[in-house]
């Protein structure tokens, strides 16, 4: 099996744990020397705290297995494309590749609104390679804003 699509399932798995949460399912994984050293899913709203995003906790776990904020030789796999806040965070945390399962068109600054990961006016650069496992992410997202969308009209109904 491709090494993308065995750690992009296990960013899948992390996501899975966001959505049972009612939590927006984005998973992510650190890979150094093909081991996870890191993981990560969104936890915005059940820690209250808007920097629980799943590339966030990921790295911060990462970081303290290698024992350095440092990840210079690590592949970070996330389910959704990286926002502004956690683009920032990989460029200074100086991953070297990223790899995305769907991407993100309102809010992602990994190619959709801008590429903060490859932009040449930063002192570090990530390589970028998106669309693995696509179509799961992707219809995952679809499936929880769908679900998210019906209870909310359910609760307007029942007030």
Not at 21 to 34: A, K, N, R, S
Request: with cysteine; proline share 2%; glycine share 6%.
């Amino acid at each position: 099996m491709d090494l993308d699509i065995k750690y992009m399932k296990e960013a899948i798995r992390q996501a899975e744990k966001a959505y049972a949460l009612e939590e927006v399912p984005i998973g992510c994984v650190i890979v150094y020397q093909d081991k996870i050293i890191g993981r990560g899913y969104n936890r915005r709203t059940t820690d209250k705290n808007a920097l629980a995003h799943a590339e966030l906790l990921a790295i911060k776990k990462a970081s303290r297995k290698m024992n350095d904020w440092r990840l210079e030789d690590c592949t970070m796999y996330v389910t959704l494309e990286p926002c502004q806040m956690c683009s920032g965070a990989i460029v200074q945390s100086r991953i070297k590749r990223v790899v995305v399962g769907c991407m993100n068109p309102k809010a992602g600054c990994a190619g959709s609104i801008l590429n903060m990961l490859e932009m040449k006016e930063f002192n570090h650069q990530a390589e970028l390679t998106t669309g693995v496992l696509e179509e799961e992410c992707s219809n995952m997202m679809k499936q929880f804003f769908k679900e998210l969308r019906g209870k909310q009209k359910r609760k307007k109904k029942k007030d």
